[in-house]
DNA sequence: TTTGAAATTGAAAATCAATTTCATTTTAAG
DNA sequence: CTTAAAATGAAATTGATTTTCAATTTCAAA
């Protein structure tokens, strides 16, 4: 369970595991990802109201280094948390009418970034790569109130 | 010459023109590409210091409309504006040691992104590619101050 | 060339998310 | 238990971006 790896993680840290913390990450990982900070903090305060919106933001910090969440930060601006995922590294499709947000992998495209870098003497740690655009229901209808992006 | 492209422009949408439009962009395409606001304040403000930020701010914002600059939010969250080059799109790669930006076109890329975005249905208008790491001189030094990323 | 409505300018103020402060409360090591 | 260190939460601060508004400038029409 994620809750035990957090507390474990917290100890190492010589941080201090709070009824708040767990609340939080509990949330955290059971709502769909790519939520903003408002988001979850309204979560969390309708399961529990005296949790402040600046423990969600520091804890939403904490779970980022310790790497249970990763921030996004989309062409809209927001700033989003996802749960990182156990798998490889994913990177993300978003829809510009319905705000859709799909996480893809693709080997190609990682080889093929390594191949660019190399061509510039680059050494690469890591990447960002988002492709904007309309999902399959959205391009079907052909109205155009854009969102994001 | 862009600055009578620009006045075409601006007259075509309704705008004025102004001695202020035309120095900031002038100073703009003049200077090295990948500047924050504060940056092009500075050298503007420089030319003529009877300039406002507000101004630079609103021009950069109108160039960006018109479609002779570009923002760009790289992963260390500045807001950058490049001028937008004739060729095709390129995408990024961010030296996190020295900040160095390099700009790269794949035509590999671009269709390898095609193919993604087929197989998950979506119908894409643009994409955001960069690439972080250590450029070749930064990667010969291994001192590991890092900025941006 | 003059006129005047509409647009622009620039300083200051407002906005808004992100972050910090600080008094109080809670945790957990000893 | 004790108690030092850490965490909490409300409020304040920060810093970038954006808006406001009175004064100025542009430019199309007379």
């Known amino acids: 369970m994620e809750s035990s790896r957090f507390k474990t993680r917290m100890s190492e840290e010589g ?9 939080i990450l509990e949330i955290f990982l059971n709502s769909a990802g790519h939520q903003n900070l408002g988001q979850i903090y309204a979560r969390v305060a309708k399961t529990d109201p005296k949790i ?12 980022t280094r310790l790497g249970f969440a990763a921030q996004r930060k989309f062409a809209d601006g927001e700033t989003r948390y996802e749960p990182i995922p156990e798998g490889a590294h994913h990177d993300h499709l978003i ?4 705000g859709k947000i799909i996480e893809f992998e693709d080997d190609h495209l990682e080889s093929l970034q390594n191949r660019i870098a190399r061509r510039h003497g680059f050494d690469i740690f890591h990447h960002r790569m988002e492709l904007y655009g309309y999902c399959r229901q ?4 052909k109205s155009s109130i854009r969102r994001k992006g």
């Open 52 to 63: 402040g919106y600046t423990t969600v933001y520091r804890t939403l910090k904490l779970l």
């Open 95 to 98: 829809c510009l009418r319905c």
């Open 138 to 141: 959205c391009a079907r209808k």
């Open 15 to 23: 941080l201090k595991s709070t009824r708040q913390r767990a609340e």
